[in-house]
């Protein structure tokens, strides 16, 4: 059978979403097979979204299976229901070479007409060959039904935004840790930043990005080489287009394992202050 370009899915997924979806098209996805049962994406490596050390960290990771699991959700509903995740888990295998672009492969594991849980596992894309480096599982919920336009949407190709989020670049290992040994940061929004246009919320593999990034960069605050390892995203509401307020501690700092959390909050204009996603891990020198 054969497979849609990436520029056919490409549309598919902005006409479902109502316009593009802003930090898949800054991230440079690429989408190469969507179907009920598999998909399966890419992203090149660019300076933008590397590290200081010029790799791509677990906050492209985890956007890469986001994104890569709603290609089979989508799918799945043939293209007719919004997605939105709930639970994100994240296992890191090894560090991605300085580099090398990403491929994730998702898989179906089971689904309803409300809800899809996928499997996920992402591969460095470079000159060694593809090496494993991450897997994941995601839980997904339709929020919304939508029919197909008539006519498909036409999304030229943007020039990416100069921001970049807060772990990329020179300045991703610097700055937001307090005299208690907490992380704390505020992450204002941008644009390039945002998931799904038409409900004004920031991308899910943002938020989750944000997390398992505080921590790394917590991790590495403590003079004791801690790293990312295991860890598992609850979203509890969509985040909206405003500042948030990234939390991370590490409670119990072992030998070689290290047991952390961190939130994220904001206040919306008009709504109360509020958790919008948490993050509970392990990490490991």
Not at 104 to 115: K, L, N, Q
């Amino acid at each position: 059978m054969p497979t849609a370009s990436h520029e056919v899915l490409r549309t598919r997924v902005y006409d479902l979403y109502g316009g593009v979806l802003c930090f898949s098209e800054w991230c440079g996805l690429r989408y190469d097979q969507s179907r009920p049962e598999d998909a399966r994406m890419h992203l090149p490596w660019a300076d933008r979204i590397a590290g200081p050390d010029g790799a791509i960290g677990p906050g492209m990771m985890t956007t890469l299976a986001d994104a890569a699991s709603g290609q089979v959700a989508a799918a799945i509903f043939d293209w007719r229901a919004q997605i939105a995740t709930i639970s994100l888990g994240l296992n890191l295998i090894r560090p991605a070479p300085a580099g090398a672009g990403l491929v994730a492969e998702a898989a179906r594991i089971w689904s309803d007409d409300r809800t899809v849980l996928t499997e996920v596992r992402i591969h460095a894309d470079g000159p060694g060959g593809a090496a494993l480096v991450a897997a994941a599982r995601l839980r997904m919920i339709v929020v919304a039904q939508c029919a197909p336009p008539e006519t498909p949407g036409r999304y030229p190709v943007e020039t990416p935004a100069p921001g970049r989020p807060f772990w990329c670049g020179a300045g991703a290992d610097t700055g937001g840790v307090a005299e208690d040994g907490r992380l704390v940061l505020r992450i204002p929004p941008a644009p390039q930043f945002l998931g799904n246009r038409m409900r004004g919320a920031l991308h899910g593999g943002y938020v989750a990005g944000c997390l398992f990034e505080g921590l790394a960069r917590l991790g590495r605050a403590t003079g004791a080489g801690f790293r990312p390892l295991d860890g598992v995203v609850d979203f509890l509401r969509s985040a909206a287009e405003a500042d948030m307020v990234l939390t991370a501690e590490l409670p119990r700092a072992g030998a070689r394992i290290g047991f952390a959390t961190a939130r994220l909050d904001q206040t919306p204009p008009g709504r109360p202050p509020a958790l919008t996603a948490r993050l509970s891990a392990t990490l490991m020198r």
